[in-house]
T-cell receptor
């Protein structure tokens, strides 16, 4: 079982739609959680950290469920510019801290 | 600030050739990392460094060596390239590994080994 798992998609949604992605993690020593965005042939860039109480940044909302070991990302009012791959990243304390990346969920927002 | 830069951006090598990838950051970060990204695999950690003069192995270190002689630079070396090392290589840095410490990535190096 992978330490961090994501549905690869693609999720094809029309402009203006709401879309949600989940990411599950297997290591209970996971300390920090992030969503990164990666555009085609570009580097990953931080979209948002995920806090225990959940957090929102404009149209984006992230949630953490420690009991079920998953994090989620909700995008409201999707824009064409939201088309990208969304990477789930977990920081695990295992001797030392390490970042584990999911394989990403691809989103296509259609006009 | 330039952030994290990588050179070269593209490279084609023949099997058995060697090369060095250079990563530089101007954010005074202690931690630096080298990842490779392959289709369907996600980013995998090759080597990392927790400070100047230190290096450690990551998940997939075989066939690679690294050096961190200066705090701002992290070099990744391939001594004898193999086709299995065809990949996109990303360097990253972070201020720490404390809770919610994010990583900043360079633009990547696309390497093809024929």
């Amino acid at each position: 079982r992978k330490e961090v798992e994501q549905d690869p998609g693609p999720f094809n949604v029309p402009e203006g739609a709401t879309v949600a992605f989940n990411c599950t993690y297997s290591n209970s020593a996971s300390q920090s959680f992030f969503w990164y965005r990666q555009d085609c042939r570009k580097e990953p860039k931080l979209l948002m950290s995920v806090y225990s109480s959940g957090n929102e940044d404009g149209r984006f909302t992230a949630q953490l469920n420690r009991a079920s070991q998953y994090i989620s990302l909700l995008i409201r009012d999707s824009k064409l510019s939201d088309s990208a791959t969304y990477l789930c990243v977990v920081n695990i304390l295992s001797g030392t801290y390490k970042y584990i990346f999911g394989t990403g969920t691809r989103l296509k927002v259609l006009a | 600030n330039a952030g994290v830069t990588q050179t070269p951006k593209f490279r084609v090598l023949k099997t058995g050739q060697s090369m060095t990838l250079l990563c530089a950051q101007d954010m005074n970060h202690e931690y630096m990392y080298w990842y490779r990204q392959d289709p369907g695999m996600g980013l995998r950690l090759i080597h990392y460094s927790v400070g100047e003069g230190t290096t450690a192995k990551g998940e997939v270190p075989d066939g690679y060596n690294v050096s961190r002689l200066k705090k701002q630079n992290f070099l990744l070396g391939l001594e004898s390239a193999a086709p299995s090392q065809t990949s996109v290589y990303f360097c990253a840095s972070s201020y720490s590994v404390a809770i919610n410490s994010e990583q900043y990535f360079g633009p990547g190096t696309r390497l093809t080994v024929t």
